[in-house]
């Protein structure tokens, strides 16, 4: 959505309790002024999109209680913890981040996981090439635009994006990463643990995609 710079004659009294409530808020004036007139005006900005996609995702994985979603009030990326059954419990962090405006790509996915058990990274890496090798025969194709992968110490990211042209609602975006986030979760759990091979993940995630969920 495009922006441009107006010039508005507004009190000092209003300025104030503006800058105020921003401050509280973590955003400058000039978002949320633009926030409230969209609001006042029933007008959906990107930000206020992706704030309800956010609300709605955490709501779905509320009812998760291996998944715990945060959501940090106008931002554009919200996050999900989960606890790996291993020693020590170590913490895997998902990071949504969605974009404003860009036609190739929905937002990014982030796997943040720390660890010093060179054993677990060697693990969680074999399993992050492995989820790679299945998407990019199952669901690349479905993408004009690719997916793009990137593995880090630590880290591991894939963009997301939404096939064809339809236009897709904020229910919709929010059912698909919920759904996406639960499946890559409970197979990446599964594997680590040593109760599903290579082959189980990816029978698992065809009878994922069998069941109607949306492709990201």
């Keep these: 959505m495009k922006k441009t710079l107006y010039s508005l004659m507004l009190s000092d009294d209003v300025v104030r309790a503006v800058d105020d409530l921003a ?6 004036r000039s978002a949320l002024v633009n926030q409230i007139l969209a609001e006042y005006t029933d007008l959906v900005t990107p930000e206020r999109r992706v704030q309800d996609i956010f609300r709605q995702i955490s709501e779905l994985l509320d009812a998760d209680r291996s998944l715990v979603p945060f959501i940090t009030p106008n931002s554009m990326t919200m996050s999900v913890k989960s606890s790996l059954q291993y020693r020590y419990r170590p913490t895997v962090k998902y990071s949504v981040e969605l974009y404003r405006d860009r036609e190739d790509s929905l937002g990014e996915l982030s796997v943040v996981f720390r660890t010093q058990s060179q054993e677990l990274l060697d693990a969680m890496g074999q399993f992050f ?7 990019d025969e199952l669901v690349a194709p479905y993408h004009p635009v690719p997916v793009e ?3 880090y ?4 990211t894939r963009t997301i994006a939404l096939p064809g042209r339809r236009d897709y609602s904020s229910a919709d975006v929010a059912g698909a990463i919920s759904a996406y986030v639960r499946l890559f979760d409970r197979l990446m759990k599964g594997c680590l643990a040593g109760s599903l091979a290579a082959g189980d993940v990816e029978a698992e995630y065809i009878r994922w995609l069998h069941e109607g969920n949306i492709i990201l």
């Excluded at 110490?153 to 591991?156: L, N, S, V």
């Design 153 to 156: 110490p630590g880290r591991f």
């Design 129 to 135: 090439r492995l989820w790679k090798q299945i998407e």
């Design 149 to 151: 992968y990137a593995l």
């Design 23 to 28: 401050h509280r808020m973590g955003t400058n």
